[in-house]
């Protein structure tokens, strides 16, 4: 028998709908000492799945709202148990007086993530699903938003199955062989499986080259913003961030360390990075400052390099165009287009280079536009993109362990060995799916969720 727990799902600010939730074996009864139907019935009586509308009460019996309450009958609902949930107007007064009501008539305080976990624990939801519902919450975009949808719905789920049933297939053959040799099995022969195990490898391989995509997708794309000292760096961020995030000086070196902010341009999700000014100082700080801006690069999928067009381009500048040409998605920007023009387009061995005024906002729509064609999506964000990490590390060592046993099967070893490493990849897809996940990752998994989900 499972608690009832409760929690506000719509978070603590002012809002014209707010909702408490409830789930749990006995959680119907809970709700019915807080809550009073306008029809006279007990809220026992509540058809399943329908609003009905009510008084809700506080721990003295007042009356605190006129709301609606719709109950989900076991093991129709999210959880997989019987839920209630309140509809109340958005006060975080009423809703936090609506709560106290319920602990006192039983209830218990949810946890992190505690509905989502029940129903993953109750085969509602596979882990899979479970771990898109908090990107979807957490979305940013519409193609992020799309693809965690698909993975809620079960995408990602249903490409994994056909490969991990097909190594259950041909693990519990050798093993009924093995185990039942009197019986009338049709003996086990490893060559007449490589096919299954060059698809299955092929397919895990197929789904990891989508992570690059995924992360991206997930957490925006990380564009390092480069250049000498006093070519508009900083205000080349505070124009896409819309307010001065940035200190902005004529003194040169003003920036002496990494500066992130998150914007959107266009349909595109960007981690800007502003780094210090590069180039030969002196001066310890600035020269760790630097050193990270040189790590920033690195790391980045887009590096913004900036310039001062009103004024020829120096040794310096020269120094770090061959630095941001190493990077595979660099873009060029000639900065303080109000200035004059003393830099054009073919002085920059750049495929995209664009005249912007980071003062005025000119020419960051064509930045937009190039980070379209530059990020193309290259796989449907219909939920097959894979995104999270632990999953894309899972799936990793699943593909490395298929790759073993399909060199086993090469060199010729018996059927023990090889499937020693198709029952290792079985185990790392299990975590992705949930079937053989420990206890203390699903844990640290929920704990991403916030209260009330």
Known sequence: MSHTIAAVSTGNQISAIGIIRLTGDDCIAVAAKVFTLYNGKPLSKAPSRKLCLGELHDKDGRVIDQCMAVCSHAPHSYTGEDTVEFHCHGSPAVLAAGLEALYIAGAKPAKRGEFTKRAFLNGKLELTQAEAVIDLIEAETADAAANAAGQVGGVLQKKLSPIYDELTNLCSHFHAVLDYPDEDIE???????????????????????????????????????????????????????????????????????????????????????????????????????????????????????????????????????????????????????????????????????????????????????????????????????????????????????????????????????????????????????????????????????????
């Open 187 to 453: 003996d086990f022969g490893l060559a007449s499986y490589e096919k299954s195990l060059r698809a299955a490898a092929k397919s895990l391989y197929s789904l990891l080259q989508t992570y690059g995509q995924g992360r991206i997708l997930r957490s925006g794309i990380a564009a390092a913003i480069v250049g000498k000292p006093n070519v508009g760096k900083s205000s080349l961020l505070n124009a896409l961030a819309g307010y001065d995030r940035c200190i902005v000086t004529d003194i040169p070196g003003t920036t002496r360390d990494t500066v992130e902010e998150t914007v959107m341009l266009g349909n595109h999700r960007l981690r800007l990075i502003d780094t210090a000014g590069i180039r030969d100082t002196a001066d310890t700080v600035e020269a760790i400052g630097v050193e990270r801006s040189k790590k920033a690069v690195e790391d980045a999928d887009l590096v913004l390099f900036v310039c001062d067009g009103s004024k020829p381009l120096t040794d310096e500048d020269e120094a770090i165009i061959d630095l941001c040409c190493e990077h595979q998605n660099a873009v060029a920007l000639i900065n303080k287009s109000d200035l004059g023009s003393a830099v054009a387009p073919s002085d920059l061995p750049f495929m995209n280079v664009i005249h912007i005024c980071a003062k005025t906002s000119e020419g960051l729509d064509q930045l937009a536009d190039v980070l379209d064609v530059l990020f193309e999506t290259q796989t449907p964000c219909d939920g097959s993109i894979l995104t999270n990490t632990r999953q894309f590390d899972a799936c990793r060592r699943a593909y490395e362990a298929m790759l073993r046993s399909l060199q086993g099967l090469k060199l010729g070893l018996t059927p023990d060995a090889v499937l020693t490493d198709v029952e290792e990849a079985m185990e790392a897809m299990g975590e992705v799916t949930g079937a053989t996940v420990r206890e203390d990752i699903t844990a640290r998994i929920f704990e991403r969720f916030c209260v009330g989900k």
